[in-house]
Structures are given as C-alpha cells and as structure tokens.
C-alpha cells in the first residue's frame, strides 16, 4: 500500500519540527522566512498537500462556505452560484452546494453543513424554520439570506430592491400605454414575490389601471401555461409583468404560438435579466437585479463575520435597473 505523504515526513526531510511545518500552513501563524523555505521546498519534493479537513478539527472551521439552493431549474440561480464560486475562490474559499427539494430547508441539509465546519452559510431560496435560526447562531456560523428576507431580520439579507423595481415596471406600462395589463405571480410564500406583487399593483391602482392576476411557480412551464389561460379568455391584455424571467420566456412562447403580436399587440416585462432574456429570440424587456453587487455585499459580510463573528442583522437592498428590449 503506498504511503501517504504527512506532516512529519515533511518535517523531518525539512529539519524542523512537525508544529513548524504545521504554522507554514496555518493562515496569520508567526514564521521564519527560513522556515517557510525549507518547509516549502520539501513539500513540493514530497509531493506534500496539508489536510484542511484535519486542519478543521483543530481549528473548529473549514475554509468551506455553503450554499443551500432549491431553485435550479431557473437560469438566475446558477448565475449567482457561477458569481459566488469566482468570488469565494479569489478569498482561498471553496463552495459546498447543497441542494433541497423542499420550499423549507430541512433537518438533513442542516447536518451537512455543520458536519463540514462550514465557516458560513448562504440560503438562496428556501425558507427557515425557528429551530434552524437556532442551529447557526447557536454555532456561531454567520449566515446571509440572498434575494430572500424574513421579516423578524433574525439574519444578514442582501436583496435587490423589489418593492421599488416594481413600481417602475408598472410606471413604464402605463407610459407605454397601456391600459390594462395581467400580473403573473411567483411563489407567494417568498418576499420577493410579495414584495414585487405589493408595488407593482399599488402604482396600477394609484392610476386606475385595471389588472388581472395569475399564480404561477416562477418555472418556464408555469409561465407557458399561465398565458395558454390568459389566451383562452379571448381578451389580451395592452401588457404583462411577469415576475421572472424564466417564466416570461414561457408567457412569450405561448403568445407567438397563438400568433400574437409583440408588442404591437401586447407588451411583455420580466424580472431578473437572466442571460437568455438578451437572446435574439426573445430579446427581453426585463428588470435587472444587480448580481454582482448583491454578491459582493454578502462576501463582505461573510468575511468580516468569519473574522470576527458579531451575529449583526439587517435587510440590504439594493437598486437594479430597467433593461428595454423589443417586448415593450
């Protein structure tokens, strides 16, 4: 059986101790440059690579951020993963990813995450339970809640600005003019759904603009779906806001098969500004939520937490912008 390289095998070929090849590999530890040298040199020689995971063990946190996610059949997600693992791995940071099935993040995706000293946790789009709150500050683990907040702001939240994104949607339809227009909800159990429904509708009733609405589930089968009924009532709307954009590909699809014209005949809004909105195809009038300033809020965070955790709590928001496209 081949032997694995260890500590003591570099220590020994090095000439120093074991707890001196074991400082060259602890971040902010105190050493020689010497030392280093010598540690270094024969690592490479031995082809040595240190254990983080036992590393962990000592220091009771690995260099592992996690990640919870349930919703990753919308193309915004892995967007935000794909931001998140370019970002984390800049800071010497991996990403452990932990999918859920459920709306509510639940007692196994928990275990996981404990069990692999995670040094902080991101939940994109699932819910919390009391008991969970409980689980990560009881362990000191800061935890960021991303395009999600929770009313009681038990944990750090970094959002786009919902309420206000929604309100210029409705404030460009009717400048755009049109007179009445169909809403197609997400999920109404999230904050941004609620939030996004709450502003958008506040400025129509403000005008007088009649609107109807539609529950989906923020998917492209939703939206598809959702539009197949609008189209079946025989009255087409001046102009949708669909609460996606995944979905508002769907709503576009179905109303192109049914040879509706866009947007002479109705206009089309989504929300995210996911990178198949700009498809010729589609070529998607859409809200873009500002990713990358969302993302760099929360590593901030995070970071700083890490380094000292304090369990600080607020709900950051942050402002996107419309993106006008051949829809409207």
């Known amino acids: 059986m081949e032997h694995r390289v260890t500590a003591n095998d570099v220590a020994k070929l090095a000439g120093v101790s074991q707890s001196s090849v074991s400082r060259v590999y602890f971040e902010g530890a105190s050493v020689s440059k010497r030392t280093r040298e010598k540690v270094l040199g024969a690592a490479k020689e031995l082809g040595y690579r240190p254990n983080e995971f036992a590393r962990s063990l000592i220091t009771n946190q690995t260099k592992i951020i996690g990640l919870v996610m349930k919703g990753i059949q919308n193309p915004f997600y892995p967007q935000v993963l794909k931001q998140f693992t370019t970002a984390f791995k800049k800071l010497g940071y991996s990403i452990l990813f932990v999918y859920t099935n459920n709306d509510e993040i639940q007692k196994e995706d928990i275990e996981i995450l404990l069990n692999y000293n995670v040094a902080g946790v991101i939940i994109t789009d699932a819910s919390l339970s009391l008991k969970v709150t ?132 109705t206009k089309v809004v989504g929300f995210d500004n ?46 996107g912008g419309l993106i006008v496209r051949k829809t409207t």
């Open 274 to 319: 996911i990178e198949m909105a700009s498809w010729p195809t589609y070529n998607l009038t859409t809200w873009e939520q500002p990713i990358t300033e969302m993302v760099k809020q929360t590593v901030k965070y995070l970071m700083a937490e890490i380094v000292d955790y304090t369990g600080f709590t607020e709900n950051v928001e942050i402002d």
């Open 134 to 265: 409980e689980d990560f500050k009881g362990y000191r683990i800061p935890l960021v809640l991303f395009n999600r907040k929770i009313d009681n702001q038990q944990f750090y939240s970094v959002c786009c600005n919902n309420l206000d994104a929604s309100e210029k949607v409705a404030e460009y339809l009717i400048e755009k003019g049109c007179s009445d227009v169909v809403y197609i909800a997400g999920n109404a159990n999230t904050s941004t759904s609620r939030e996004r429904e709450k502003g958008f509708t506040s400025i129509l009733k403000k005008n007088n603009i009649d609107y109807t609405k539609y529950s989906s589930d923020y998917t492209y089968k939703g939206g598809y779906k959702t539009a197949q009924k609008v189209i079946a009532g025989k009255k087409i709307p001046a102009g949708f806001f669909v609460a996606n954009d995944i979905m508002a590909l769907g709503v576009l699809d179905a109303l192109r098969e049914s040879s509706i014209a866009i947007p002479t005949e």
